[in-house]
């Protein structure tokens, strides 16, 4: 019970996050920032970020991740290029606009996070860090596996 009401509590924080984030660039709502950040980590890979993988590793549906592109390609801050293998697809690609807004993004988190956690030590920084990346690991795991599971008994 005390894990679910502290997952609610963060959550509830990350909406502040994202709120603050959005008022400092109006017009760029905070979850496009998302997608262009899983954009950019997934061409950081050396692959292609077609919106198929896009959708796979946001967990959002196609028809989300279509508009969502649609608005960052008008805002110039993601390019459609086509994909050599497969004349009918695009690979997605951020453009220097788009850096840019990664960038700011992620110096205005690192500096709230740096002055949420200045009276923590190293340690517990580090174990927070693990904690919550298993933590975050696992919940997709039983989330997929639930929905799988749902899915079969339909």
């Known amino acids: 019970m005390e894990l679910t009401l502290q997952l609610r509590d963060l959550m509830k924080v990350v909406r502040l996050l994202k709120q603050q984030r959005e008022g400092l660039r109006p017009g760029m709502p905070a979850g496009m920032v998302g997608i262009l950040m899983t954009i950019d980590q997934l061409t950081g890979r050396d692959e292609c970020c077609h919106a198929k993988e896009l959708a796979r590793h946001s967990g959002l549906d ?17 390019e459609r290029v086509p994909d050599p293998t497969d004349r009918r697809a695009s690979i997605l690609a951020v453009t220097a606009a788009g850096r840019t807004v990664l960038t700011e993004a992620q110096d205005w988190l690192e500096g709230v996070l740096a002055r949420a956690l200045a009276g923590w030590r190293r340690d517990e920084i580090d174990a927070l860090t693990a904690s919550l990346g298993r933590f975050v690991a696992d919940l997709d795991e039983a989330l997929r596996t639930g929905n799988a599971q749902m899915e079969t008994a339909r």
Not at 64 to 78: E, F, I, K, N, Y
């Open 62 to 78: 196609q028809s989300t991740v279509s508009r969502a592109v649609a608005a960052l390609a008008g805002l110039g801050l993601v």
